[in-house]
């Protein structure tokens, strides 16, 4: 029996019995998700990144409970090798630069990104930044203030960007690895349409297209790279003559780039874009039901074959087979019972 490995960040402080960071097999030939093991004891790993140097998570609390960068080396022993002290409140997104040398910390509360050197052996070394995000947006009930919920390394220049949901701006900025120098000021700012709030966004291998889903608007933005500037080209709903509860949440490229998919926790479905082989611009195709309740995260492993989205309201996990041809998919059946999954991811070993 062939199978994968799979981490999961589950919510702790839901009275649902997860103790934090919980893996699982995936059998590549029927679906089936065996019982979960816990790797690692922490309060409300809501995020969860697998390198081949281990697992990074971080605990979604407010600074007065002390949230922590934490990371795993050995998944059999359920204590972190170490950890960094987090300033902000509630991390919500961590992201691990392509040589394994920094990670950047999203606190979605305080709107601030906190920036970790990192060891050779994948240890947490120190903080060495924190950037703070000002501004607000329309939304009176969501926005009142800057929201961090993700920053991304890109791996063809030396930048990262940020995501900011409260005060619809994504931010790109440089760095210099070598003199561990983060430049405060971004090289470019784009706003999105006001009252949006961008969530994630993903970009294609090339880095000159990205997609972003906006959480409040329930839309995409695609975003094109001309002449060393991004520039917003189309907007489209995430889940078309569909009624809206500002709750769109993850946003994946399958491994070919030929198909999009978006997670909509209120309708509970997962979206389903083929992009143009011209323009790459997603075309809706259709959307599936993750036979459980408000997905608010799900992964699709690195082989293309298998989609898994976790059931954060219904506390499960779901497996879906996918069609590689026409990216459609297909729920295996089988269902694993899980406290408040809210992120899942394939663990590198």
Same mark, same amino acid.
């Not at 922590?68 to 002290?85: A, M, Y």
């Not at 990205?210 to 995409?220: D, G, N």
């Not at 991004?230 to 490229?253: F, Q, R, S, Y």
């Given at each position: 029996m ?10 702790t402080?839901d009275?649902n ?48 409970s ?5 990371h ?12 960094? =002290?987090i300033?902000?409140?509630?991390? =919500?997104?961590i992201s ?64 990262? $960007?940020?995501?900011?949901l ?23 700012s784009?706003? $999105? ?6 969530r994630?966004?993903?970009f ?10 906006c ?5 995409i ?10 520039h917003i ?8 003559n ?21 997670? =909509? ?7 389903h ?11 809706f $195709? ?11 995260d ?8 298998w ?9 499960n996990l ?6 590689k ?25």
């Amino acid at each position: 029996m062939r199978t994968l490995p799979l981490t999961i960040g589950c919510y702790t402080e839901d009275p649902n019995g997860s103790q934090g960071v919980y893996q699982t097999q995936l059998d590549l030939e029927t679906g089936k998700l065996n019982p979960p093991q816990l790797i690692a004891k922490c309060i409300n790993p809501s995020f969860v990144v697998s390198t081949k140097l281990g697992i990074y998570t971080a605990s979604e609390i407010d600074q007065q409970s002390q949230p922590q960068l934490f990371h795993v080396s050995e998944t059999d022993s359920n204590v972190p090798s170490n950890s960094g =002290c987090i300033l902000g409140d509630h991390p =919500c997104h961590i992201s691990i630069d392509p040589n394994h040398k920094f990670a950047i910390t999203s606190q979605y509360s305080s709107g601030t990104f906190d920036i970790f050197s990192l060891g050779i052996n994948g240890n947490i070394d120190k903080r060495i930044e924190t950037l703070k995000m000002s501004g607000s947006g329309p939304n009176q009930d969501r926005q009142t203030g800057p929201h961090a919920h993700q920053s991304l390394f890109l791996t063809h220049s030396p930048q990262f $960007v940020t995501v900011d949901l409260g005060a619809d701006h994504i931010n790109f900025y440089c760095f210099d690895e070598e003199q561990e120098e983060f430049l405060e000021e971004p090289v470019q700012s784009i706003q $999105v349409p006001a009252g949006n709030g961008p969530r994630h966004m993903v970009f294609n291998k090339a880095e000159d297209k990205a997609y972003v889903i906006c959480e409040l608007s329930e839309t995409i933005l695609m975003l094109e790279k001309a002449v060393g500037r991004w520039h917003i080209v189309e907007e489209m709903d995430a889940l078309p003559n569909t009624e809206k509860g500002e709750a769109a949440a993850a946003i994946k490229l399958s491994p070919d780039e030929q198909h999009l998919y978006v997670s =909509c926790r209120y309708q509970s479905r997962i979206s389903h874009f083929k992009l143009d082989p011209v323009n790459q611009k997603p075309v809706f $195709v259709d959307s599936y039901r993750t036979e459980g309740s408000f997905p608010r995260d799900f992964h699709i492993t690195d082989d293309g074959e298998w989609l898994i989205a976790a059931n954060q309201h219904s506390n499960n996990l779901t497996s879906f087979k996918r069609n590689k041809l026409d990216g459609s998919l297909t729920y295996s059946g089988h269902s694993l019972e899980v406290g408040s999954p809210v992120c899942v991811t394939q663990q590198i070993s």
